[in-house]
């Protein structure tokens, strides 16, 4: 959706502008973009972007290879499961409804819910008290980098998962995995990973 909205302004960007976008607010990286759309605001940009998320072309949204089985196992544990998206809600609740898992989370923060996004812990934070879980006894999944250093500055153990970001791009996280088949829940209830 962002390389789409950059092509159709004419504006420059490469691979590592977009990835700027990856785990934050779009609204929030837009304003420091803005220079780059002379006359545009932010939300004129912002809804652009969005307008292209089921548009032709679009690519087709799948779970992260043993994310759904994952969730499923640690909500039969009975572990407590948040979401801490950058996403809106509507996107957020589409997604889990469609994979058949919002049932399993006890707490879904959006970018609708918090004042200041990732890196910012406060979606993070907020989770953990939705569910009554202190931060430093959660762990958090995550794929981009500003994510993992939201995961860090709430005092949360992060894994980092490569599958839209490079190993080398999550730096601070714990562990780091291809996908979320290399995580298994234990007996305690626990999470064994495997890998990173």
Do not use: N
């Not at 990856?22 to 969005?50: D, K, T, W």
């Not at 690519?59 to 407590?80: D, I, K």
């Amino acid at each position: 959706m962002w390389t789409w909205l950059f092509e159709s302004h004419g504006a420059a960007h490469d691979a590592a502008l977009i990835a700027s976008f990856a785990g934050r607010r779009g609204r929030e990286v837009l304003a420091e973009l803005l220079h780059l759309f002379p006359g545009r605001s932010v939300e004129e940009l912002y809804q652009q972007a969005i307008s292209y998320e089921h548009g032709p072309g679009a690519p087709v949204v799948a779970p992260v290879p043993g994310g759904v089985e994952l969730v499923r196992a640690m909500h039969e544990a009975g572990l407590p499961l948040g979401v801490a998206t950058s996403g809106q809600r509507r996107y957020a609740e589409g997604l889990l409804t469609g994979l058949g898992v919002r049932e399993c989370f006890g707490a879904v923060v959006t970018a609708d819910d918090v004042v200041t996004g990732k890196p910012d812990p406060e979606g993070f934070l907020a989770a953990c008290a939705r569910l009554g879980v202190p931060p430093e006894a959660a762990v958090g999944f995550e794929d981009a980098p500003a994510g993992v250093a939201a995961v860090k500055a709430a005092g949360m153990t992060c894994v980092g998962v490569t599958t839209t970001q490079p190993a080398e791009a999550l730096v601070g996280a714990d562990h780091v995995v291809p996908d979320l088949k290399e995580v298994d829940v234990v007996p305690g209830p626990a999470l064994r990973v495997s890998g990173g």
